[in-house]
T-cell receptor, first 112, second 113 residues
Framework: DGGITQSPKYLFRKEGQNVTLSCEQNLNHDAMYWYRQDPGQGLRLIYYSQIVNDFQKGDIAEGYSVSREKKESFPLTVTSAQKNPTAFYLC???????????FGSGTQLSVL | GESVGLHLPTLSVQEGDNSIINCAYSNSASDYFIWYKQESGKGPQFIIDIRSNMDKRQGQRVTVLLNKTVKHLSLQIAATQPGDSAVYLCAENRNTGFQKLVFGTGTRLLVSP
């Protein structure tokens, strides 16, 4: 099956800890994205990548980092600098500009 | 500030009714619009999209209408079913040279049997 796989489904972070959320796609899409969703709010863009080895900050990049070493993979690290990390994180990809985004099933991150 | 559908209203309908979900967008330069369905704890699923050179587009049981004059987007669902219960998200592409979708908060649709 082609699609986007996010893992884990649930993740807990201790104070001062960095955690990494995985996102893998086998759709052969060039562009990948990370969004954050808080209850009652729209999706907010954290980072995006148009191509391998290139990525750009979105609207709320502070406290997050990404890498794009492979076309298929776009992991997101939530660093200890992110003071309010509890949210639902969504990874997405698209084959081209002005095409729909395909989303993964999300990771719920909570703070212990 | 820039926004797409700030509020999260709830629309309650009976099974078999037609549903209309509305979305206001703020950027007149946006050229591509998408509706997604999101069930609790899951990622958004694509429903239908429309480009700015169109006013209407139909899919299976769904129709999207675009009114560029008043910057309004709507999703019509025919013969609504309990399985349609979800949050519906509208998104606009701000046409900044790279795909950058801006999402609204969504509308919750509750369908009673």
């Amino acid at each position: 099956d082609g699609g986007i796989t996010q893992s884990p489904k649930y993740l807990f972070r201790k104070e001062g800890q960095n955690v990494t959320l995985s996102c893998e796609q086998n759709l052969n899409h060039d562009a990948m994205y990370w969004y954050r969703q808080d209850p009652g709010q729209g999706l907010r863009l954290i980072y995006y990548s148009q191509i391998v080895n290139d990525f750009q900050k979105g609207d709320i990049a502070e406290g997050y980092s990404v890498s794009r070493e492979k076309k298929e993979s776009f992991p997101l690290t939530v660093t200890s600098a992110q003071k309010n990390p509890t949210a639902f994180y969504l990874c997405a990809s698209t084959p081209a500009t002005n095409e729909k985004l395909f989303f993964g099933s999300g990771t719920q991150l909570s703070v212990l | 500030g820039e926004s797409v559908g700030l509020h999260l209203p709830t629309l309650s309908v009976q099974e078999g009714d037609n549903s209309i979900i509305n979305c206001a967008y703020s950027n007149s330069a946006s050229d591509y619009f998408i509706w997604y369905k999101q069930e609790s704890g899951k990622g958004p699923q694509f429903i239908i999209d429309i480009r700015s050179n169109m006013d209407k587009r139909q899919g299976q049981r769904v129709t999207v209408l675009l009114n560029k004059t008043v910057k309004h987007l709507s999703l019509q669902i025919a013969a609504t079913q309990p399985g349609d219960s979800a949050v519906y998200l509208c998104a606009e592409n701000r046409n900044t040279g790279f795909q950058k979708l801006v999402f609204g908060t969504g509308t919750r649709l509750l369908v009673s049997p």
